[in-house]
């Protein structure tokens, strides 16, 4: 119901810094908890950080600092700064949107295609 189209992944030094993009378009109610997951080769796909419409953030801890998660509700778009990256940040990133959640169960969900994002050494 949902499409989201992201950007801003690629190929960074490590401490440098991007920024990536989802554009979600489709109906807005299944919009209102969007977020980025992120998964590793051999790793579990794991929530980075989520927006709720209102502003509502959390995130994982391992990018707390680091990362900031943020949305323009009037673009439908969802953004991810990157900052101070990392080798162990290497990973396909993944957009999400859902209408909502009951407890960690999205409804509604959408995901991106995902956005490679490498960090050298």
């Known amino acids: 119901q949902v499409r989201l189209v992201e950007s801003g992944g690629g190929l960074v030094q490590a401490g440098g810094s991007l920024r990536l993009s989802c554009v979600a378009s489709?109906?807005?109610?299944?919009?209102?908890?969007m977020g980025w997951y992120r998964q590793a080769p051999g790793n579990q796909r794991e929530l980075v950080a989520s927006?709720?419409?209102?502003?509502?953030?959390s995130y994982v801890e391992r990018v707390k600092g680091r990362f900031t998660i943020s949305r323009d509700n009037a673009k439908n778009t969802v953004y991810l700064q990157m900052n101070s990256l990392k080798p162990e940040d290497t990973a396909v990133y993944y957009c999400?949107?859902?209408?909502?959640?009951?407890?960690?169960?999205?409804?509604?969900?959408?995901w991106g295609q995902g956005t490679q994002v490498t960090v050298s050494s």
């Open positions: 999400k949107a859902g209408a909502g959640s009951y407890g960690s169960d999205w409804l509604s969900a959408s």
């Open positions: 489709g109906s807005i109610i299944s919009t209102k908890l």
């Open positions: 927006i709720t419409r209102s502003g509502m953030i």
